[in-house]
């Protein structure tokens, strides 16, 4: 294959993401044809079967290159100035930021999942395994430092992430969807505050 035939290659992969995730956004998967995705993308719908498969293997490749969670991953970072409680504090502020730049996808995961069991293990296993192993090594080594006590990281990590997600979900979703700054830092550092120091009484 000649160079430019493989960058004509990635070139169509990247057009075809980019389009399965604003048609699956805006339609769901069930309300998304693949041909839809291919006209958006400028490729032929033979291309999207040739380089993914199938759609189920398209949306899976989406959520896992186009979804909030690759951004987490790139961004989210424990190695900066600052306090503990500072660092989890920006980092939780910047998930939230995430969850609602991302709303009308995650909308759209949740309505799909509930109506559509072979989507759910794709959509689960991006909740409830991958996210938690974004913050599982930083855990860790907080753990061998000693700033935070030892535990299963798992644990740790989907509590911290599930206040943040629990937020999200009964202001932004269920709620007004009203960004209060001052209320986000508030209940933030509380969420820092919990996680760190927990509820038991002296």
Partial sequence: ????????????????????????????????????????????????FRLFGSKLQL?????????????VMKNTSFNQEGSLDDVLYRNMRYVLGMLRQNRHMLLMLIGDAS?????????????ARRAPEILMPAFRCLMEQGQLRRMEPVVAAR??????????IMDDLLGTGEVDERRDEAMLRGFVSIFLDGMRGG
């Fill in 1 to 48: 294959m000649s160079a430019n035939g493989s960058e004509d290659k990635v070139s169509a992969r990247d057009r075809i993401l980019d389009a399965a995730l604003a048609e699956f956004g805006s339609s769901g998967f069930n309300g998304t044809p693949t041909r839809a995705i291919a006209r958006r993308a400028r490729v032929n719908e033979v291309t999207i």
């Fill in 59 to 71: 949306f899976q490749a989406v959520l896992e290159e186009r979804s909030l969670l690759s951004d």
């Fill in 115 to 127: 109506r559509m069991p072979e989507l759910r293990g794709v959509i689960s296993d991006m909740a």
């Fill in 159 to 168: 509590a911290m992430m599930g206040m943040v997600q629990a937020y999200f």
